[in-house]
C-alpha cells in the first residue's frame, strides 16, 4: 500500500539528515516546500502503522505528522500506474 505523510518541520536540518528507511517500507518520493519546514513525502509498506512507527521514532521530535493510506484507485502518478488523462 503506498502511504503519504505530511510533515510540518521544526528542524529542517535535522529532519532531511534522519538517514535511511529500514526494508520494510520503501520511500517513493518527496515534495518539500522551498524553506524545507513543510512536505509531503510517499511511502510503500504494508501499513499506514509500519511508517508512522518508524518516522514517529526517526523525526517525531523535530515534526508533527499527518499520516494517510493513499487510495491507490483514484490517484494520478503513483510510481508504475498508468496515468488517465483528464
Avoid at 20 to 33: D, H, K, L, Q, Y
Avoid at 50 to 67: H, M, Q, R
Wanted: a negative charge; aromatic letters at 12%; hydrophobic letters at 45%.
Amino acid at each position: 500500500m503506498y502511504v503519504a505523510v505530511i510533515h510540518d518541520i521544526s528542524d529542517p536540518e535535522k529532519f532531511w539528515n534522519m538517514g535511511g528507511f529500514p526494508e520494510a517500507i520503501t520511500f517513493r518520493a518527496t515534495f518539500p516546500n522551498s524553506t524545507g519546514t513543510r512536505a509531503v513525502c510517499l511511502f510503500e509498506a504494508a501499513s499506514v502503522e509500519t511508517v508512522s512507527e518508524f518516522l514517529e521514532g526517526a523525526v517525531g521530535a523535530v515534526s508533527d505528522n499527518e499520516y494517510y493510506e493513499v487510495a491507490a484507485n483514484n490517484a494520478v502518478g503513483l510510481p508504475g500506474s498508468v496515468d488517465h488523462a483528464s
